[in-house]
Each structure stands twice: as structure tokens, then as C-alpha cells.
């Protein structure tokens, strides 16, 4: 494949474990188990309607993903897969009472016959298409050679805080390679680091585990020493031989921006919050609260006062963009987003065109993001996606291509050398998110629960029965506590009482494990309970956790 420059699109596919587990109940769910279902159809499932119109149409595309062992977990977890159809299921007779609701109003009306559609049409992908299955589905595309998937730790870790702990970074690594040889027949020689987060001590690991490239943060190669030559157009190395891309800042910049236009449907404003309460019964949460229905009317030009009208009228208010508001016009939002991709490529080729006259090999704008930064929070995210695939077929020496692919057209002798700085992806690029007043108190817990984890290990290398179970449901818990996802949310002010008590409750079972196998016994009715709530990995052995002699 000939291209003078080239784009490379990677896309993180991740949820925290928001699993839980009531034997009885497989209709009710929780707060947090709603982010999973509108992960698969806000995410996931227009993702592969993208991938399948482009490879229909016979449109070039490639890109980079990344799906975490944890949402690997989840996405074949027969519980929340029951869950998940239900959830549909309330949705689609939800939208036949919407239609009625909203038939004085031709706006709201249309939107709402708009969202039943799409939410049969997913039950269908879901059931029939994809059998439920949808890493199968992207692994067809991977086979193909369209999407290459990225390999990633355990439980999206933030590595640079584990680097003092070997035998934890060598389970983070390690535990993953089951489940994506179980599901992708392996992954490729990239290794994602969650949140970007890179200090030097993760290179010899990558090396052991036969990973040849990473990804970090622009600022992390930037300021690297010594600095890159070829700023971050192109790769360097590091002097044990791992490849380094970095991500294009100015491209993330511009996309945040872009994402936030006026025009663009609200994703955080659901009639769900808005209608009296005894409309929505059947979305009550499993804590009694009110959940989404995926019917969303407004656009991000709103104000917070305006609300939709039981009896389905508007009032003159709410339509009014004088006044703040505006009913979500789909067709324009996607006009808007079309019109922004196209501006988007033609200024990355721009910058790509002229970085081109001062390199020796093809520059590359490197665009890593969340994946539910173009769908569950970005609604028209995916249009604009396809839109950059189809436009890029309009230029004769750009190419979209996968992260390994580039690397490996690159002269990897003539790459400089260079030792990427500690940085991350995250606010102000270092560590501040997952280490401040508001969850630093995890860390002293979560220290000493590590060092335990290996001292089990060493002292029990051969058991079996229940003990064997305890031991690997300690190294549950600690992969589940070691999780970067309950300080973020903290840090975030997001679910913080979900957060506070997943941390908490994985830290306090792990040491009533300790103690148990101290004591020796153990109740056979709580082990077996915890391992229903906290199933994942479930072919785990906690002698990874053992010191390599």
C-alpha cells in the first residue's frame, strides 16, 4: 500500500466491571449496569454498522482496536445478557407509548418513531445477526485484516502506579492473553496502555511478553530523552527496542471541539428524568431511582428549565432557540457532522502534507480515543467517523491504516532512539487524576493487599479444592481493586458511591481471603457467593502472582 502520509484511528473499547449479580432477578438493573447496556447500542452495535456499510460499499478502511478483558467479560456474561434484552424490550414498549404521547407534536414525534426503530433494530442485530456475540463480530473484520486489535492489562490498570510491584504487573499482562486467544486467536504486537500511561519500568515487560510497539501521549515523546528529531510525525524507539507512536494532539483538540457543537443531540438530557415519575415506573434503577430511556429530544442548544410536555404539546418556550432550547433536529446534526469531517481531513492533510516535505518517511496523524466518545457520548460520533473513511477515498496520497501496519512499513533500523517521559493521557498529561484528596486513601490498602497477594502465593504454590478457590478469588479482588476506574470516578465526581464501594468491597474481600487461609477456614457459602458476584477471569491461577525465580 502506497500513501506519501497516513492516518491511524485507535479506538479504546472499555467499561468499568459494572456487573451484578441476583439470581432472581434478571429484569431489574443497576445505575451502573445501564452504562453497559447503552455501551453495546450506542457503541458498539453502530460501530459495526459502520464497519459493515464501508466493507458494502467497498470503502478502504483500517483502524486500531482495543476491547478490554473486562468489557470481554461482560459482553459474554449470559446474566447481563439477559439484562441487556430486557432493558431493549423496555425500551421498544416505552416507544410505543412515546409515539402516542407525542403525536400533537411533529418534532418530538419523529424523534420518538426514529429511537423505536433503531431499538428493534438493535434487539434484531443483537439476537439475529450477531447471535449475541459481538466479538465475534469484529473478530470477522480483524481476520479480514481491517481493524487490528490491540493487546491490554487485565483490568485497564494504570501500569505506572504498579511498577513496583513486578509480580503485579506480570499478572496485569499475563491473565489477558487467554481471553484474547479464546476470542481473537490472538492479538497483534501493539500493546495499549490504559489511560497512555507510560513511566520506563513497563519496556521490559512489553519485551518479555513479546510486544513490539506502544502508544503514548504526545507529551510523553515530546519530552523524552533525548528529544525526538521527528517530533511526533513519526515513530521512535526505545534503546530495548519498542517502537513508540504518539497520539496527534492537535487532531484530539480538534475533535473535542468539534464535538460539542450547538447542533448535536444532548445525550445527558433523557425524557426518562423529565416525565412525571409514574410514566417511567419501568425504568426505575434497582436503587429506586430513575434510569434512561433513550429517548432524548433536545439538542445541546438547551436550557435546563425547559421540559417536554406530558401531554406531548410543546410550548412555544421550548422550541424557541431565543430562549436556549431547541428540539434535536437529527437530519441537520448530521449535516453538521458530515460538513466537520470533511474540514477535519482536509486540515490533518493539510499539516500532513507539509510535514511531509521535511521527513524521509510518510508522517502519520495517530487519533487514539474512547470509543463512546463517537457514540454513547457523542451521538453523531460514528457519522462523522464514516464520513472521514469515505472522504479519505477522495485523496490520492493519504490512507488510513492500522498502528501495526505503519510500523512495520517504517525502515526500523534508521527509527531514533528515545525514552519516553512518565506521562499519561489524561488531565495535564501526568498522574493527577488517579492521585488526589479525593482517592489517594486507596493506595495505602491497595499496597499492602499486593504485597500480601504474593506472600499467598509463595506460601500456598500447590493447593487445591478450596483453597485453591480462595486463592484465585484473592487474585480476583486484587485485579479488581487494582482497577484505575474507581479513582478516575472519583476523581470525576461520576458514580462516586459505586466507586468508593467497588474499591472498598474488592480490597475487604481480598483480606477476609488473608485472613481465612491464615486461620484456615473457610466458608464454603461466602466464597461461592463472591465468586458469582465477582466471576471474572474465570480460568484465573493465582500463581501468576508468584515471584519469577
Same mark, same amino acid.
Given at each position: 500500500?502506497?500513501?506519501?502520509?497516513?492516518?491511524?484511528?485507535?479506538?479504546?473499547?472499555?467499561?468499568?466491571?459494572?456487573?451484578?449479580?441476583?439470581?432472581?432477578?434478571?429484569?431489574?438493573?443497576?445505575?451502573?449496569?445501564?452504562?453497559?447496556?447503552?455501551?453495546?447500542?450506542?457503541?458498539?452495535?453502530?460501530?459495526?454498522?459502520?464497519?459493515?456499510?464501508?466493507?458494502?460499499?467497498?470503502?478502504?478502511?483500517?483502524?486500531?482496536?482495543?476491547?478490554?478483558?473486562?468489557?470481554?467479560?461482560?459482553?459474554?456474561?449470559?446474566?447481563?445478557?439477559?439484562?441487556?434484552?430486557?432493558?431493549?424490550?423496555?425500551?421498544?414498549?416505552?416507544?410505543?407509548?412515546?409515539?402516542?404521547?407525542?403525536?400533537?407534536?411533529?418534532?418530538?414525534?419523529?424523534?420518538?418513531?426514529?429511537?423505536?426503530?433503531?431499538?428493534?433494530?438493535?434487539?434484531?442485530?443483537?439476537?439475529?445477526?450477531?447471535?449475541?456475540?459481538?466479538?465475534?463480530?469484529?473478530?470477522?473484520?480483524?481476520?479480514?485484516?481491517?481493524?487490528?486489535?490491540?493487546?491490554?492489562?487485565?483490568?485497564?490498570?494504570?501500569?505506572?502506579?504498579?511498577?513496583?510491584?513486578?509480580?503485579?504487573?506480570?499478572?496485569?499482562?499475563?491473565?489477558?492473553?487467554?481471553?484474547?486467544?479464546?476470542?481473537?486467536?490472538?492479538?497483534?504486537?501493539?500493546?495499549?496502555?490504559?489511560?497512555?500511561?507510560?513511566?520506563?519500568?513497563?519496556?521490559?515487560?512489553?519485551?518479555?511478553?513479546?510486544?513490539?510497539?506502544?502508544?503514548?501521549?504526545?507529551?510523553?515523546?515530546?519530552?523524552?530523552?533525548?528529544?525526538?528529531?521527528?517530533?511526533?510525525?513519526?515513530?521512535?524507539?526505545?534503546?530495548?527496542?519498542?517502537?513508540?507512536?504518539?497520539?496527534?494532539?492537535?487532531?484530539?483538540?480538534?475533535?473535542?471541539?468539534?464535538?460539542?457543537?450547538?447542533?448535536?443531540?444532548?445525550?445527558?438530557?433523557?425524557?426518562?428524568?423529565?416525565?412525571?415519575?409514574?410514566?417511567?415506573?419501568?425504568?426505575?434503577?434497582?436503587?429506586?431511582?430513575?434510569?434512561?430511556?433513550?429517548?432524548?429530544?433536545?439538542?445541546?442548544?438547551?436550557?435546563?428549565?425547559?421540559?417536554?410536555?406530558?401531554?406531548?404539546?410543546?410550548?412555544?418556550?421550548?422550541?424557541?432557540?431565543?430562549?436556549?432550547?431547541?428540539?434535536?433536529?437529527?437530519?441537520?446534526?448530521?449535516?453538521?457532522?458530515?460538513?466537520?469531517?470533511?474540514?477535519?481531513?482536509?486540515?490533518?492533510?493539510?499539516?500532513?502534507?507539509?510535514?511531509?516535505?521535511?521527513?524521509?518517511?510518510?508522517?502519520?496523524?495517530?487519533?487514539?480515543?474512547?470509543?463512546?466518545?463517537?457514540?454513547?457520548?457523542?451521538?453523531?460520533?460514528?457519522?462523522?467517523?464514516?464520513?472521514?473513511?469515505?472522504?479519505?477515498?477522495?485523496?490520492?496520497?493519504?490512507?488510513?491504516?492500522?498502528?501495526?501496519?505503519?510500523?512495520?512499513?517504517?525502515?526500523?533500523?534508521?527509527?531514533?532512539?528515545?525514552?519516553?517521559?512518565?506521562?499519561?493521557?489524561?488531565?495535564?498529561?501526568?498522574?493527577?487524576?488517579?492521585?488526589?484528596?479525593?482517592?489517594?486513601?486507596?493506595?495505602?490498602?491497595?499496597?499492602?493487599?499486593?504485597?500480601?497477594?504474593?506472600?499467598?502465593?509463595?506460601?500456598?504454590?500447590?493447593?487445591?479444592?478450596?483453597?485453591?478457590?480462595?486463592?484465585?478469588?484473592? /487474585?480476583?479482588?486484587? *485485579?479488581?481493586?487494582?482497577?484505575?476506574?474507581?479513582? $478516575? !470516578?472519583?476523581? +470525576?465526581?461520576? #458514580? %462516586? &458511591?459505586?466507586?468508593?464501594?467497588? /474499591?472498598?468491597?474488592? *480490597?475487604?474481600?481480598?483480606?477476609?481471603?488473608?485472613? $481465612? !487461609?491464615?486461620? +484456615?477456614?473457610? #466458608? %464454603? &457459602?461466602?466464597?461461592?457467593?463472591?465468586?458469582?458476584?465477582?466471576?471474572?477471569?474465570?480460568?484465573?491461577?493465582?500463581?501468576?502472582?508468584?515471584?519469577?525465580?
Amino acid at each position: 500500500m502506497e500513501f506519501r502520509y497516513a492516518i491511524s484511528l485507535v479506538l479504546e473499547a472499555h467499561l468499568p466491571f459494572v456487573r451484578e449479580y441476583s439470581k432472581e432477578d434478571d429484569v431489574n438493573h443497576s445505575g451502573e449496569e445501564e452504562r453497559f447496556f447503552e455501551y453495546v447500542s450506542e457503541t458498539l452495535l453502530p460501530l459495526l454498522d459502520v464497519l459493515n456499510r464501508l466493507e458494502n460499499d467497498h470503502v478502504h478502511f483500517r483502524l486500531g482496536l482495543v476491547i478490554s478483558p473486562v468489557l470481554c467479560h461482560m459482553l459474554c456474561d449470559e446474566h447481563l445478557q439477559k439484562k441487556y434484552l430486557a432493558f431493549l424490550d423496555k425500551q421498544i414498549a416505552f416507544g410505543e407509548r412515546e409515539i402516542q404521547r407525542t403525536s400533537g407534536n411533529s418534532g418530538t414525534n419523529k424523534l420518538a418513531k426514529i429511537y423505536y426503530d433503531q431499538m428493534a433494530d438493535r434487539r434484531f442485530l443483537y439476537t439475529e445477526k450477531y447471535e449475541r456475540n459481538l466479538l465475534k463480530a469484529f473478530d470477522t473484520y480483524k481476520r479480514r485484516g481491517k481493524i487490528e486489535i490491540l493487546g491490554s492489562c487485565a483490568t485497564n490498570a494504570f501500569l505506572p502506579f504498579l511498577d513496583h510491584n513486578p509480580e503485579s504487573l506480570q499478572a496485569q499482562m499475563e491473565i489477558p492473553a487467554s481471553i484474547f486467544r479464546r476470542h481473537f486467536g490472538s492479538c497483534s504486537q501493539g500493546f495499549w496502555m490504559p489511560c497512555l500511561g507510560w513511566t520506563p519500568a513497563i519496556e521490559p515487560y512489553l519485551k518479555a511478553y513479546n510486544y513490539s510497539y506502544t502508544i503514548v501521549d504526545s507529551r510523553g515523546l515530546l519530552l523524552g530523552s533525548p528529544a525526538p528529531q521527528n517530533g511526533c510525525f513519526t515513530p521512535a524507539r526505545t534503546q530495548d527496542g519498542i517502537y513508540i507512536l504518539a497520539r496527534d494532539h492537535y487532531a484530539m483538540r480538534e475533535i473535542e471541539n468539534i464535538s460539542v457543537n450547538n447542533l448535536y443531540r444532548n445525550n445527558n438530557r433523557d425524557i426518562g428524568y423529565e416525565l412525571p415519575k409514574k410514566d417511567v415506573s419501568q425504568f426505575q434503577s434497582a436503587e429506586g431511582g430513575r434510569s434512561r430511556t433513550g429517548y432524548k429530544y433536545w439538542s445541546r442548544h438547551h436550557t435546563a428549565n425547559s421540559i417536554v410536555n406530558p401531554a406531548g404539546s410543546a410550548s412555544a418556550n421550548e422550541i424557541s432557540r431565543a430562549g436556549g432550547s431547541a428540539i434535536y433536529d437529527s437530519q441537520a446534526a448530521e449535516n453538521k457532522a458530515l460538513e466537520q469531517s470533511k474540514i477535519f481531513l482536509e486540515k490533518t492533510a493539510a499539516r500532513l502534507e507539509e510535514s511531509a516535505k521535511y521527513l524521509q518517511d510518510a508522517p502519520i496523524s495517530l487519533i487514539a480515543n474512547n470509543a463512546d466518545n463517537f457514540g454513547r457520548f457523542w451521538h453523531e460520533g460514528w457519522r462523522f467517523v464514516e464520513s472521514l473513511f469515505r472522504t479519505a477515498a477522495e485523496y490520492k496520497d493519504l490512507k488510513f491504516v492500522c498502528p501495526g501496519e505503519y510500523i512495520f512499513r517504517q525502515g526500523l533500523s534508521s527509527l531514533q532512539a528515545v525514552t519516553p517521559e512518565f506521562s499519561s493521557g489524561c488531565v495535564n498529561g501526568y498522574a493527577e487524576t488517579w492521585l488526589d484528596v479525593s482517592n489517594d486513601w486507596i493506595y495505602r490498602h491497595l499496597y499492602r493487599a499486593m504485597e500480601r497477594m504474593t506472600e499467598l502465593a509463595e506460601r500456598f504454590p500447590d493447593d487445591t479444592g478450596l483453597k485453591e478457590r480462595a486463592l484465585n478469588q484473592a /487474585a480476583r479482588e486484587i *485485579l479488581l481493586a487494582q482497577s484505575s476506574d474507581w479513582p $478516575a !470516578l472519583l476523581y +470525576n465526581q461520576d #458514580s %462516586t &458511591e459505586f466507586a468508593r464501594n467497588k /474499591a472498598e468491597n474488592s *480490597l475487604r474481600n481480598f483480606t477476609t481471603i488473608y485472613e $481465612a !487461609l491464615g486461620s +484456615n477456614y473457610i #466458608s %464454603t &457459602e461466602w466464597l461461592t457467593t463472591l465468586e458469582r458476584r465477582h466471576n471474572i477471569f474465570p480460568n484465573i491461577n493465582y500463581r501468576v502472582f508468584r515471584r519469577k525465580k
